[in-house]
Every structure is written in structure tokens, then in C-alpha cells.
């Protein structure tokens, strides 16, 4: 039995865009829901798939399929193709599953020859129209199907243009027109050798193929990586009879959304262009009138458009996307699709459609992205200001939001500028834990090097900063306190703007503007906090972080990181002291110095919290991260601690490690120094008796444990923490609680998880080591060769971004199912970066975890992302896309 | 119910070990067997435990057993405890499941007080007798019962002899000891502030509280670290009637194998002394008899003791070494044990048995440690030479076998030296790729940084070579060609040797012999082969390595690394030209370069191999490695390629890495740069098919894909090797096979085996980067953190050296299910560190592994590590010591 390669749109509906691709799908069911709608067909995705089987060939029966609907077309249009006197014409357009705006090709008025052409002058009674329409198409048709350059038909045209001191095509007579065909047309002759295909069928089937054949074109891969769409799906084609707009002033064509594209607002949004075709709405040489004005010039249109656009919103139970054409005073629906918003918008006609009973509040959650969310959080550039600002280069989007400021290169730099009143940004080749200060102090960060999981990119997501990473075309020079783009040459002080939402970097300054969050985005948040199960904390090493995400509405910390605090230059000296210490007394010493500042760290934390769990991580990164890498800074210290400079040296070189990565770090550095450990629990304890003495707050720390990946890690570092615990519950006669937990970062944890969870109080999963190990990929080192997995199409996702189910996520399963069958009710999260990625929080959802944490600006996503978990539980929903 | 804490001899037998320790289990056999044992019992091994358990303290039920159990010796020997005119004198004597020698305490005589000292006195009619023996036993008691320092005890003894101008201890009169026994007991009331205790049944709690705590003195402790013995099993303690061998010349005692512990050979070999205890023998004052004199001197008892032996050694079907003492022309049996052996006494013996018909060849071959096997493949240090050597430092046994020579510094110097014919050895801080030909040359290799498993320790165990790593002492100065231990400085040209099997480096140069392989030892061999159902291949570079390789009975080679070859200083300019390549056509002309050369050293080892199969893996290490360091080098590298030294800088700086073991390199390689991968798979092919038309040799190269962590890689570079081999295949006309596979050492390569199986025609583990990446260590850093772990109790077991079971080998299993999911025939090795290590090699036959990949000279104690792997057929059969 043969196959059915082809759909007539009254055979379709909205549901099979699997096969019809998007566009078709659409046209199908306003088609049968009654629309007026030029007839026309779909010939099938599963038809571009048997094509490249095929090894680029059309199979006779998909042909001998086509040929057949064209026959059924020609009946229902009631004209003929290639019939000169009542010829049909054809647009010829590309549709996939998902939309891809601009990515594959179109061709108009196919069907147009030299005969033709003749039957479409008189059926219009306008020969210039046929003739500009026929040159349209053979310029469309050598560009996109044979392949011929476009500038050489825009030569010919412009030439004519020159000769007869014309300005606009508009002023071309058909004479002209006629000639510029003859002249298309020897073109096609000589680029291709053969003449240009006159016979409609075979017009038709050369452009089916070159559709195809577009679903490959670079852009469109590029697209489709870009966007995480499979790349073996194709792309259907929709034939369809052509309808004019440009037929005279009671014509026209445009385009409208049922709502405010970019505020929500529910109001009819759009443009249209009397006399003019769809392209033309594009090509902005003319300008559009406001969708308003169309109730003035053609107010019976106006308001089957408006009744039609109001029914489709209300079919389709979501803001639409509409192209029109108004052929002679009669409407033609040409499109419609789910319109494009931005996160506002979505956000406004969401909650608004809820009021309305338009939708349910399930699904007004269900259709949000919750990445777009982050459009709301942070400053943008005012548009206005953006127009006139000159790109410099482009580098990865690390952290969004805009910043603009002078340069700096160190952290020093920076952090004296702010001090002195000015709005900065760093720049620097990478960044370091040393750069933190300055990190937090200036505007926004730059880097020549590294990826998205740099240093940078991490950190400064953490604070909510706006970053561009890897920005590999500027070539930074420290030492010179200046970069160049090409020729250009950026010194200290000069001002430059970064969008950390797209990794565009601007030369200038340009104005930015603080968004606002409306009243909409707290009804998705409540909301959300109905429907989810997970619980959403924070990552948070300040109390300001800590502040900024309450706000966000996190339930509690589920990593602050001790590290950051050891980077300030007040107590840098006494955490290099503790490091270079030569017995545990003198280390111990050193520790006491740093425990009183711990504490107030802790304090203000907590604080912030109100009440909230902390779960504090003990010092994780390598010890040689906090000492000088400069040789003046190197001396200063050595002086400073009464050291030979060449003993400094030697007892600096002696604690570099050849993969730092997998080196002495984490856990080990308690194991090896438990005093660490112990003024860190001190800190953490004495701090919460501290706040829950004096300000009421009930706080159970919650005291995690870095890399451990043997149990008896964690069963000697356990004894040392909760005696030292014990040790301060009896001085201070305080009997308040904590818990005792580990991170599972380490592959081996999640294979002997249920060893670890005899003696673990919680989990939570590092996935951002787990990926690094599990993948035997360090973040920092990736940048080399990922660009390469990513062309050959080896790693398709990134996963560092969202986690690897099938790999990383086994052990994450692994590691849950072994602990719970210790603890069955064993509180189990992740504080990894996948914390606030979407599509890993469906899983993290589907496996049970207890919470996910991630950056203070990730929290609202994480809420939406965990209450869609929740509702649609099913971990490929958004796999799916 | 009570539990029986308690034993008589005649109760317990020789299967009794775990609760009798293997002293009193084996005392109860020879008890049962008839043979004379002076009457005792046994304190077991959970009454050790269960002092531990309740604090250190004896329970009201273990104290009343021992003392009803006294009352039954006292019967049984128709002695009296404490009687002054009968008394009964006892050791109490330590004795855990795993002989422990020296460790644990042992206590004499115990029983002797003012009053019983007369008894003996009068019963041996020799008063001196009696009062030495009281004082050795006050000594003995207050050494370690009471723990006061014997150098006190000491101290008056000599002070006595000096005074009355004796040399020896056997001048003391009876009242000189009378005078010493008054002031030892002075000695313990200053100490202890107590008086010494008088009554036997206290001496005898606190004799066996004693021993149970001498279960965890320090030495007891490393020796149990050391020797993998487990920490909770305690000791049992045995108490046993004294006889005596130092009555008078017709007393007696020695020690006496059934066999020639350094040999094996079958004849009765030990020594006795006349008059004396056991302890003279131990203590070396004075010189020992050969066992064989005792024939002359007392034939009725010779006769006794040679038929007794005989009979012990066919009983327990085992060499046993046995201590025996001469009461007054009675013999008595104090001990029997399996005798420790030389690897080349162990084997001569084990075969010997067999033909004797004493035991099967499947017992012969369990009860050989393949580990032992290695001292007989080695060069060692002459016995004699090695006696007069001053010991300078202690590493660790990275590679095993003796080497002396002159040292030299710089792999350079190491060449320079051998061409002018010098023995010579290198020493470094650490050793890196670069080292390699200077590694091959030098008679043996110390350094003072890195584990088991650097650079220096693996490559030195792959080719056999002595090495000493991580030599912390030592401080070298490569720059001033010297180095130095304590205040001695070694320069360049002095003599030292290194023991790799022990860690030891000596002082000067010390005499070494080559061993040569028996017959015996080829058929232990034979028969593991007989039995084995694991193949044992071996690693090697090069033909030599083959050779080796193939003497030692290697099927095949499981890892041809290629990246040793790519060193070559000959090679080495190409290499760097194809690294600095900028163009892929750079590349593939300085790949054309290389091939011949790759392609010769197949050839080469595919001779070598003649016919076995050969697993070549693709290059692995990181490019950098292959780049000059020092800047003289970078310098003429820049002039050499025509490059300013800055960019030359630039490109090396940029090929650097944060964590290179997690960088750039295996699989990710050849991705970036298929042309590698290419050239190689280009020599491999063309090397196999000429060494099969001019030798004949039918070759199968098996090519193998390292770094293999997510499928696509695999399918990518699949596809790069097979088009490669298949275009070379036709230009050859040839029909030669091949196989196309990968490594498993990337953890998430094992979750997703199912997958690869699909592409991949063979799987071989690389445990040591699964190992590193599963745990997160980086083995070149955990040296920093592993002494600790190490002294914590938190690692008993090098990872690196013994698979971890529980975590890396749940991977492992996982990999291996899921790989025959796919391939139920999947071909599956292991071409790690772990190959050649008998623990492992269970694992491995456990999981179902085709074969085992180890160093050449590892080879052997594979063949009979996985011959006992298949005989016991059980996992546990090795990790239960």
C-alpha cells in the first residue's frame, strides 16, 4: 500500500504538526474551522526525510502525489496550471515542527511563464503587475532554487532603475518590466546552462526539492543548534494559491498579534501596507500603517479581521501571530501561529487569559518559559540608545543583564575607581578567586577565555552580574592595561557596554534601564508555589545574595560557600598564614584570628535568612588558590611572614598540583587539617546560637561536607564536626539543633550512597563535579575542543548547562535510590548550576529530589520550572523540544 | 547461657584459626595428633574483642573461665598454681588468625613469686635456674605488663656483672640473681608505686590484658596496614605449662623447617642450642647448631623430632616450621606453623609435593602468592654486598628489582653517560614524558615526588626497570646536578643503588645477580595455564618490551600506547610540527613525516608478536606534553620553525591546561585533528599487511579509541579509522582483518556501554583513569593527601594498586553487563595497572573479563593469579586476608 506523501489542508488539523509542519498544521485547521483560507496542500515532513533517504531524489510516488493534489487544486480554484488564459499560481513555502523564522525559503508565483504571465494580464487587467510579479519569480526561483546569486539579478534591476532616472521600483512601466524578465532570464541561461524552466510542473517540483534541500543550509542548522532542535525531522512544504495584495488600493496585506507582543496589553498589534505584497511588509521600503487605521480605510474588513482574530485566540486559547492579504475587498488568512513575546508579555497575557477564563492557571504556568523570566530580572540597554551603539564583538552570553562602565583590568583597579565614585567593568583575560572583590564591585565582567562554567561565568551568575565570557576576538593585556578588537585599542578608563543576556560587547556607553516586576509576575509565582513539590533554595555566600533571594522567594540556602570569605584582602593574610603554618598549633593559631569574622559572615547570613535552613559547605577549593601568583606579592608576603623569598617560593610551588581539579581540595584539606574544619563548625554554631539569642531566629544549620567519595571520609570528618558541635552546644548550654550532610559530587558517592547515608543527614548533589568527573571534562579546559564536539554534532547540549540524563543523571538516580534505601526519607537536593536549569529540574523532579538551589536570579525560574515538573511530571516534556 | 571463652588445647583443631589464632589452632592439632605439647588452653580471639568492648576490661565470665581452666591444666599437669612446693609456671603467649611476627607479647615463667621460686628450686635441684628465671620474668612482666622501660632492668643487670668483673650473664651466681630480683622489684614498686604482684592469678589477668592490648601497640598497627590484616579481629591468647631447654645438656630447644625455606628443598633444615631457652636461639648470643648435629648428640630424640616433622608436614600437606624444646631428654612440640618461603622455595616445593603425591597441582597452585612470583624475575642484591650497605633513604617499591650505578640527572646526561658505557641511574624530582629515552637507558630510575602510580612508577613497572618513587628525603637540585639526604650531598657521578622491590636507596654501589628461572617454575606455569580461563596479554611499546613479553607467555598485546614512540628525539621535531600546524595541510604534512616511522615501529612489534593479537591505542596524552619546557628549548624550537619566540610562547602558553587529566587529549584529539588519527591508523594497517606478506604472520590489529565518554565520539571516529583502513585495504588489494574498539576509562562511558557496544568491537578498561576520574583523585596529586589517609584509616588500600571493588568496580560490572546486552560475545579486557595484580584478577575472572593487559613482567604472576581466580571461582577468595 502506497503511502500518503501529501495532505490537502481540509485533510489536516492543528495537531499534526509532526507531519504538516507548523504552518501547515495551522493553515489546516483554519481551514476547517471554516476561515477563508487560499486553498492548497502540504506535502509531508516524512516526505523531506524519504528525500535525503533517497539521497536527494523525489520518489515517483511522492511525485505522482503531488501531481494528483495539484490536479484536486486546480478543481477547487477553479483555474488551471499553465493554462494561459485562467492560470493557477502557487507560493511555495517551507514549514517545520518548530518554527524557524527566516531560516528556509519561499518562492511566490509559481506557475508564472511567458504565456501565463499573459493570463494573468488580462484576468487582472494589469500588465505591469504580471510582469513585475513573473520578474519577482524567476529573481526568487534563481536564488533559491538554482542558486544564482541575487546581486545579479539586483544589478540588472538597478541598472534599468539608472537608465530611465528612475528612484522606486514602483516607477518601473511593464515595458521595463518585460524587458528586466528577458534579461532574468538570459541570466538564468548562463549561470545554469539551461534555459529557464517554463513547464509550471516542473517549476514546482524543482522548488519542492530546493525547500527540502533548505532544511540544510547553514543558517538553519546553525538555527536549529542554537534552539536544541533535532536536526532529523525535516521540514514539510505547503503549496498554496497564490492571493494578491498588490492589486490595487482595495488590496493589501499584514500582519497582527491578538495581544501586545511586548507588554501583553490585549489589544490588536500590528501593521499593514495597502496594495503591496507580504514582502514588502518586510523589505521596510514602505512604511506600514497601525493595524488601527484599517478600520478607517476598510472598516468591513476591519472587523471580519478583528471577529476572525478574536476567534482564533480564543480556538487556540493563546495570543496569535497573524498574516492576512486582502485581495479586491476580500480577507485572506495567510498564517497563524502562537506569537513570539517577550517575558512580559507572556507573563501579562498568562495571568490576564486566567482572568478572562481564556485558559486555566495549569496552563497558563505550562505555556511560560521560565528561562525567559530572567529577561525580567536584570537591566537592560534602552532601546533607543542600543540603535546608535557600535558591536565590537560578540562572546558568550555568561550572565545576563547590561552593564556599562569604564574599564579596569585588575581587581584592584576596579575596586579604587568604585571607591572614587565611577561605574566600572572588569576586564580581564580570565578570571580568578582573586578577582572577587573586584567582581563584586564592578558594573559587569568581561574575559577574553573560558566558557560558559568559567570562573567568571560562574561567579558572576552567582552575584547576578552581568558577564561576557570567552570573548575570544578582543586580545587583552594586563600588563598594558589595554585590549584591542581588530585595530581598535581599549585603554583603562575608556568606556565600554557588555549584554551578558546575548555576549555582545559595545563600544561607549550606553544608558541602561532597571526593569520593574509587575504584579503579573507575583500571580506566576504564587501560583507556581501552588502546584510545585520541590522546594527551591538558594545559593548564597553574602548576606545581600542571601537578601536578593528571599526576595525571589528561596525557602532556605542550599549551598553558601565558605571560600568567597576567605578571599577578602582583610583576611587574606591570616588565611595565608593558616596555610603556610608549619605545626597545627601555629595553624590553629591563624584560624583563630579568621573564626571571629567566619562568624560574622554567618551572623549577617542568617540574619537574612530569618529562620531559614543554611546549609553551609566547608572550605572546598585547593589552598594554593589563596596565595600570590605575582612575584611583588609573592615578596610582600614573604616578608610579611619573615620567610626567604626562595622558602616561599618553594612552599608555594610545593602545593601547585598538576590537575587541581582532582587534588588535594574538599574534604581532603579536613582530613589533612581537621583544625580547619573545627573553627568552621565553631563559626557556624556560634553564630546561630548568636542570632537565635538575640533575634529570635530558629536556625538549623545545616553543615555539608565537600567531595567525599569514600565513607570513611565522611565518618571520621562527621566525628570531628559534631564533637566540636557538641563541644560548643555545652559552653554556650545551647540545645540547638543541626544537621551533619555531604555533597555528592563524586561519582564514587553515588555507587556507595547508601554506605554514605548510614552517617550523611542530607545529600546534595555537585553536578557541576559530577559532570566534570563523570565526563572526565574539566570546565576550564573544554573551551578547546567542545567548539569542535559541537560542529561534529557530538555533543548536541552542553552539559554543563542542562544535565545529562542519560549519563550523569544514572548516577544522580543512582545515588538516590541507594540513600533513600538507607533513609527512606533522607532530604536529597542539588546545588549544582543545573539547580536552576529548567530541563534539568524536570528531572531532578522525576528522581524526587527534595530541592534544587541554584543563584539568587535563577529562584523565580526554578519555581515556575519545578511547578511545571509537578504538572506535567514526565521527565521528557520539555526533553522534547 | 554463658559463652565459652575459653579452650583446651585437646578441644580446638586446626580449622579453629579465626577463634584460636593460628598459634593456639595449631597447638590444639598437635595436641589432638598425639604429639607432645605441654598442656595449656586458649583465650579466644572474641574474648580480645569483647575486652574492647566493655572498655578494656575483662568480664566476671572470662576471668572465672580462665581461672576454672587454670584449675584443669593444674590437674592435667599435676602442678599447683602458686604451690611453693609444686608450682605450675606458664607462658602466656599471643596469637592472632594472620601470623604476626614479633608484634604482640609474650610473657615466661609466669607463676614465679618469692615463694614458688623455691619450688622450682627444689625441683630442679638448681637454685641458679630458679632465680634467673624469676628475674627474666620480673623483667619481662615490667616490660609489658607494667610498661616500665627495660632499659632500667638492663641497667641493674649490668651494673651487677660490672661490679663483679663478669662478662657474660651466665657468671651471675644464684645470689648475685637474688640481689637482682630484690632490686627489680624495687625497680616496679618506684615505677609503679605498687608492690610486684605475688599471686599467679593476678599475674595471670593482667598477663593476658596485657597481650589483648598489645593488639593495638603502634607496631602491631603498621604491620597490620601494612600486610592488609583487618583491625577488629583481635589476638587469642594461649597459656601453656612451661618446659624448660635450659636444665642442664640434656635440654634443648630450636626451630627446624620440614624443608629449605630458601630453596624448597626437601630435607630437614633448622638449628638448636643445648641448654638454653628459646629465646638464646632468637637473641643470638650464642651460636646456633645445624639441626643435623642433633642426630650425634641425642639420636633417640633426633629420630623423634625428624619423624614428628615428617608427619606434621604430611598432615598439614604443607613446609612447616616448627619450635621444639628438649625438656631433660623428652622432647616437647611448642609450635607449628605453615613456614614462610622465598617465591623460589614456595615454587620448588609446591612442585615437589605434587610429584611427591602429597598434594594436586590445583593446591599447588593456590597456594602460591603470584605477588612473590615478581623477586624471581628481578635482578637482586647480593646477600653479601648488601649486608655491608648504608641505607640513605627509603621511597616507595615503585617497580621492583635491584639497580646500582652512577647517578645523573637529566635524561640527557643519562645517555650521554651509557653511550660511554657507564652504569648509570636517574634521578629527578619527578619524571615526565619527556624522560622516557633517558628512563630506557638508566639501570634504574629514583625520584624524590610521586606515588605508585606517577610517571615514574608506571613506566618504569612497563618496562620492567627498577624504581624507587616518592623518595621524600632525598632534596634534589636538578639545576646543581646534586642532591641531598640529611647533611650528605650526592653529585652527579656518584654511586648509589635502589631496591624497587623494598623502596631502600644505599649508599655506593652494591653487587647485583640475575636470577635465573627453574624448571619448577615453568611448571607452575603450565599448569595455571591449564587451568586459567582468562587470557593474559601484556602492554608494550616496543619489540623489546614484546620479546620480553612474549617469553613470559603473553597471548597478545592488550595496550600499544603510541605516544612513547612519538618522544623519539628523532621523531620529536615532526611531532611539534604537526602540533604548531596551522593548517590541516601543515598537519598532514608533518603527519606524512611521522608515518614511516610509526609504521616501522609496528612492523617491529608485530614481528615480535608473531601473529598474537596486537591492541594499538590511538595517541592519548595531552599535545602540550610533547612541547619544550625550558626556554633554551622553546627558543631553538622558534628558530627551527621560523616562529618569533613570543608567538612560540603564545601557542605553547595557549596549549596549557588547568587540569590536563581532564583536558584536551585522548579521543578529544583525534575529533579535532582526524588526520591523526588517520596517519595512524594508515601505519597500523600497512605495517600489518607487510609483516603478513613477508613474514607471514597473519596480524588482526586491533585498533583501540581512548577516552571514549559519549557515543557519538566513538561513532564519529569510528567512522574516520574505518574509512581510512578500508581505503588502504583497496590500494593494497589486501583482505588483512581488523577490529575497531575503545577504552572504558571515562565513568560515564560505562553507563552508557550499551550504546558503544553497538560501534565498538572490544572493550578494555583503563582502570587507572576510571579509577582517577570514579574517586576524583588525580594520582600524580593524592600523594599530598594519601599519607593521611593513609594513617587515618580512611584508605587501607591503594585504589591504584587493588581495583576498588565496591565503587570502580560497580563501573566495571555495569560496563560489562550492559557491553553484552548489546554483544553477548563482547570482547572484554583490561589493559590498566590492575592487570597484573592477583587481587584484581579475581575481580576481573569474577565479572567475566576475556582477558587481563599487564606489564611484561607482570606477566607470569598474572598467568597464576587468574589460574587461582578460576580454581577458587569466588571473589572473595583473595580480599578475605
Known sequence: ??????????????????????????????????????????????????????????????????????????????????????????????????????????????????????????????????????????????????????????????????????????????????????????????????????????????????????????????????????????????????????????????????????????????????????????????????????????????????ETAELLEKHYKDMQDIEFTIEKSKLFMLQTRTGKRTAAAAICAAVEMVEEGLITKEEAILRLDPIALDQLLHPTFEAAALTAAELLATGLPASPGAATGKIYFTAEAVCAAVANGEETLLVRKETSPEDIEGMYAANGILTARGGMTSHAAVVARGMGKCCVAGCESIKVDEAAKQFTVGNQVFKEGDYISLNGSTGSV????????????????????????????????????????????VGFGAEGIGLCRTEHMFFDEHRLPSVRRMILSESKEQREKALAEILPMQKEDFIGIYKAMEGRPVTVRLLDPPLHEFLPKETKDIEALAVDMGFAVEDMLTIIQGLEEFNPMLGHRGCRLAITYPEIAEMQTRAIMEAAIEVKEKYGFNVIPEIMIPLIGINEELTYLDKVVRNTAEVIRAEKKSDIEYLVGTMM?????????????????????????????????????????????????????????????????????????????????????????????????????????????????????????????????????????
Not at 495551522?26 to 496542500?41: D, H, K, S, W
Not at 515517483?60 to 499553465?82: A, P, R, T, W
Open 1 to 306: 500500500m502506497s503511502k500518503k506523501w501529501v495532505y490537502l489542508f481540509k485533510e489536516g488539523n492543528a495537531n499534526m504538526k509532526e507531519l504538516l509542519g507548523g504552518k501547515g498544521a495551522n493553515l489546516a485547521e483554519m481551514t476547517n474551522i471554516g476561515l477563508p483560507v487560499p486553498g492548497g496542500f502540504t506535502v509531508t515532513t516524512e516526505a523531506c526525510t524519504e528525500y535525503y533517504n533517497q539521497d536527494k531524489k523525489l520518489s515517483d510516488e511522492i511525485v505522482g502525489q503531488i501531481n494528483d493534489y495539484m490536479s484536486v487544486l486546480e478543481k477547487e480554484c477553479d483555474k488551471e496550471f499553465g493554462n494561459a488564459d485562467n492560470p493557477l499560481l502557487v507560493s511555495v513555502r517551507s514549514g517545520a515542527k518548530f518554527s524557524m523564522p527566516g531560516m528556509m525559503d519561499t518562492i511566490l508565483n509559481l506557475g508564472l511563464n511567458d504565456e501565463t504571465v499573459a493570463g494573468i494580464a488580462k484576468a487582472t487587467d494589469n500588465e505591469r503587475f504580471a510582469f513585475d510579479s513573473y520578474r519577482r519569480f524567476i529573481q526568487m526561483f534563481g536564488d533559491v532554487v538554482q542558486e544564482i546569486g541575487k546581486e545579479k539579478f539586483d544589478h540588472v534591476l538597478e541598472a534599468a532603475k539608472e537608465k530611465n532616472g528612475y528612484k522606486d521600483d514602483t516607477e518601473l512601466t511593464a515595458d521595463d518590466l518585460k524587458a528586466i524578465v528577458v534579461a532574468y532570464k538570459k541570466i538564468v541561461k548562463d549561470e545554469t546552462g539551461e534555459d529557464f524552466p517554463l513547464d509550471p510542473k516542473d517549476q514546482l517540483l524543482m522548488a519542492i526539492e530546493a525547500v527540502f534541500r533548505s532544511w540544510n543550509n547553514n543558517r538553519a542548522i546553525s538555527y536549529r543548534n542554537m534552539n536544541d532542535i533535532p536536526h532529523d525531522i525535516g521540514t514539510a512544504v505547503n503549496v498554496q494559491s497564490m492571493v494578491y495584495g498588490n492589486m490595487g488600493n482595495d488590496c493589501g496585506t499584514g500582519v497582527a498579534f491578538t495581544r501586545n507582543p511586548a507588554t501583553g496589553q490585549k489589544k490588536l498589534f500590528g501593521e499593514f501596507l495597502i496594495n503591496a505584497q507580504g514582502e514588502d511588509v518586510v523589505a521596510g521600503i514602505r512604511t506600514p500603517k497601525d493595524i488601527d487605521e484599517l478600520k478607517d480605510i476598510m472598516p468591513a474588513v476591519y472587523k471580519q479581521f478583528h
Open 506 to 549: 559595545y563600544k561607549g556607553s550606553i544608558k541602561t534601564v532597571t526593569p520593574e516586576l509587575s504584579g503579573h509576575f507575583g500571580q506566576i509565582m504564587a501560583w507556581s508555589d501552588e502546584f510545585r513539590t520541590l522546594k527551591v533554595r538558594t545559593n548564597a555566600d553574602t548576606p545581600k545574595d542571601a537578601s536578593v533571594a
Open 745 to 881: 559530587e563524586i561519582p564514587r558517592a553515588t555507587l556507595i550512597a547508601d554506605q554514605i547515608a548510614e552517617t550523611a543527614e542530607f545529600f546534595s548533589f555537585g553536578t557541576n563535579d559530577l559532570t566534570q568527573m563523570t565526563y572526565g571534562f574539566s570546565r576550564d579546559d573544554a573551551g578547546k575542543f567542545i567548539t569542535d564536539y559541537k560542529e561534529k554534532g557530538i555533543l548536541p547540549n552542553d552539559p554543563f548547562q542542562s544535565i545529562d540524563v542519560e549519563g550523569v543523571g544514572k548516577l544522580v538516580e543512582m545515588g538516590v535510590t541507594l540513600g533513600r534505601k538507607t533513609k527512606p526519607d533522607l532530604k536529597i537536593g542539588v546545588c549544582g548550576e543545573h539547580g536552576g536549569d529548567p530541563k534539568s529540574i524536570f528531572f531532578f523532579h522525576s528522581v524526587g529530589l527534595s530541592y534544587v538551589s541554584c543563584s539568587p536570579f535563577r529562584v523565580p525560574i526554578a519555581r515556575l520550572a519545578a511547578a511545571q515538573a509537578a504538572l506535567s511530571n514526565n521527565k521528557s516534556a520539555f526533553t522534547d523540544k
